[in-house]
């Protein structure tokens, strides 16, 4: 039985997020490859403050001037449970990064759950992406201050961020 995706007229936007989704998990891993722990090391730099997403090994989250070090380095996998949404681990400490209903923004270890779940959009037309929590439906977020946390999505340029390997 031969099957094809079909972007209905009345949800356009939908089909243009899965489809930049899916290509994002093909430009990362490769056609056919399988999430990796060892994969390169990505570094998230929000648009408006140029500052980049940071974690410790005490599950603190905040952003910081750009060095590309240890604690700027994130790997980027498709989550196995809800594909193609993507989960975004601390290379430096092995934890997840994790977000409430309260727009806190930490890091735990992986439990695979709905709020480690990220939904990659693209909230421009410069190329950077905004990160959507699955299960609290808000965005990654921050100030020039160096807090980072969620908030609902704006398409703002604080919700903005590029992605480096």
Known sequence: MKQSLRISARGPRLGIVILA?????????????????????????????????????????????????????????????????????????????DSNSSGAVYTDPGNGGAYQSWVLLYPNDKGEFAFQDVATGRWLDSNSAGSAYTNPGNGGSYQSWSIES
């Open 21 to 97: 989704v899916l290509s994002f998990a093909v430009l990362v891993l490769g056609p056919g490859a399988k999430p990796a722990l060892a994969a390169t090391p990505a570094f998230l730099t929000n648009y408006e403050t140029g500052l980049c997403l940071a974690s410790n090994s005490v599950g603190q989250v905040w952003t910081e001037p750009c060095t590309h070090g240890g604690a700027e380095e994130w790997n980027i996998v498709v989550t196995p449970s809800s594909n193609p949404n993507e989960a975004i681990q601390s290379l430096d400490s092995g934890l997840w990064l």
